[in-house]
């Protein structure tokens, strides 16, 4: 299940998704190893090398896809005045660096999206409110 709570926004109420922990890399692992026949510490052990691999790759100006996942890629962003002219740009006007990530999705051949990899399907949603509903 997933959790809201309620919100209020220039005079009306809104719900807001809200998270309740966090779950860890060995959590991760150990799922996984239980779905398929690699041990919780092979998978930790990939997982932990998964991070620097990705900034390698994003470093070198490609976006990375994993199957079953999504794409991730690098977003820079420039903040403040621009310049005059293209010859005065330069990467030196980033001063935010983010990774983007667009979750794997399959369309119908109407081009409608029908399925996001990670993206749950159905959710229950709960408040995490003190009031009652």
Known sequence: MAYYKKQKLNGKWYPRSVTVGTLTT?????????????TRGDVYA???GLGEVMG???AMGSSVKLDGLGTFYLVGKAVGAGVDTPQEVSPRQFRKLSVAFIPEYSRTSSHAVVARTIVPRQV???SRDRTSE
């Open 46 to 48: 990939v997982l932990l």
């Open 124 to 126: 229950q949603w709960v």
């Open 26 to 38: 060995a959590d991760v692992a150990e799922r996984l190893s239980r779905m398929s026949t690699v």
């Open 56 to 58: 390698e790759m994003l």
